[in-house]
């Protein structure tokens, strides 16, 4: 039984029996003016395009410290049982671990360090908790893409997330090139949200995170923000990291070189933003896709790597 709210209750409707037109979001992309690390010239530009790029945001021997917490993570056996690894379409290759921040003390110190939590909170405009947290490995060769979309989309009709008042930050754990894999987003295009035709089918996220087919704007509507927008890529070296709106539309190609780009994503959803019901979803998905634990992050001292 699918729960969609009617059209009053529910500011952004999505996974519909037919197409409506994408509108322009009611809701700002950077919230209140809570201080932090971004300078105002920042943080305009990242209202203005929905995303962020902060070159080395983790040194090379910090990286290295999260690459060997990938490696055990990735060879865990007890993990390997459960719902956290995702394994790409018909192999053993793992896709995506996810709620790594509950199952490595590393990540878990990592979402607390004030470079981190204090930018999240800074475009939150409020404290923080973490809705959702992975690793896309995205391998050489066996690597497969993301198609365009919208992470909102997903988190408000799957997870009842009501409105996008959500930050995802995605930290290069290996170069991330153009030829890779690497996230392209379309600046600017986060002020507009895409509705979505095809209803939720029961337990959606055992197949959508491998590949998804519904939540995904039509062909039509992704030319015309491509043509309104332009695209741009997340590239650069291990280390360097991007902040991007819960609405921002991305996706990555599939990944044909011996390279991996292998990226933690953390997602920053606002105390004021905490998840209702699923708004065009079955049940609730389960909460290492969208967590229910709302406590506010508090900022740790000292370095996670130490
Ligand atoms: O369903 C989700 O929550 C995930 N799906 C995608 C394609 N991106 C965000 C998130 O990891
Ligand atoms: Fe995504």
């Not at 039509?220 to 590239?235: N, V």
Request: aromatic fraction near 10%; hydrophobic fraction near 35%.
């Amino acid at each position: 039984m699918t729960t969609a709210r009617n059209a009053i209750g529910d500011l952004y409707p999505s996974r519909l029996s037919s197409q409506a037109a994408s509108f322009g979001r009611p809701h700002p992309t950077t919230w209140g003016s809570t201080p932090g690390p971004f300078t105002a010239d920042a943080l305009s530009r990242y209202d203005a395009k929905g995303f962020h790029i902060e070159e080395g945001l983790l040194t090379p021997a910090q990286i290295q410290h999260c690459w060997s917490e990938v490696e055990r993570l990735s060879a865990d056996p007890e993990l390997a049982k459960t719902e956290l690894i995702v394994r790409e379409r018909g192999s053993d290759t793992v896709r995506s671990i996810f709620a790594v921040h509950e199952v490595s003390p590393l990540i878990d110190k990592l979402i607390r360090t004030p470079r981190i939590l204090d930018r999240a909170r800074q475009i939150l405009g409020s404290d923080v908790y973490i809705h959702q947290s992975r690793i896309n490995c995205m391998p050489g060769f066996a690597g497969t893409g993301f198609y365009w979309h919208s992470d909102f989309e997903t988190w408000h009709a799957e997870d009842g997330m009501p409105v996008p008042r959500a930050v995802s930050l995605s930290i290069a754990l290996t170069d991330n090139y153009p030829f890779n894999g690497g996230l392209m987003l379309m600046p600017g295009a986060h002020r507009t949200f895409v509705p979505c035709v095809g209803q939720t089918p029961e337990n959606n996220y055992k197949s959508s995170l491998q590949e998804q087919r519904i939540g995904v704007p039509s062909e039509d509507a992704i030319t015309e923000l491509a043509y309104e927008f332009g695209i741009e890529q997340f590239t650069g070296q291990a280390g360097s990291a991007l902040f991007f709106d819960s609405n921002s539309m991305h996706g990555s190609s599939n990944n044909i070189t011996p390279y991996p780009r292998a990226n933690i994503f953390l997602v920053f959803n606002s105390v004021d933003n905490v998840l209702e019901q699923p708004f065009a979803g079955t049940k609730p998905r389960p909460e290492h896709l969208g967590s229910r634990d709302f406590t506010p992050l508090t900022p740790i001292t000292g370095s996670p790597f130490a």
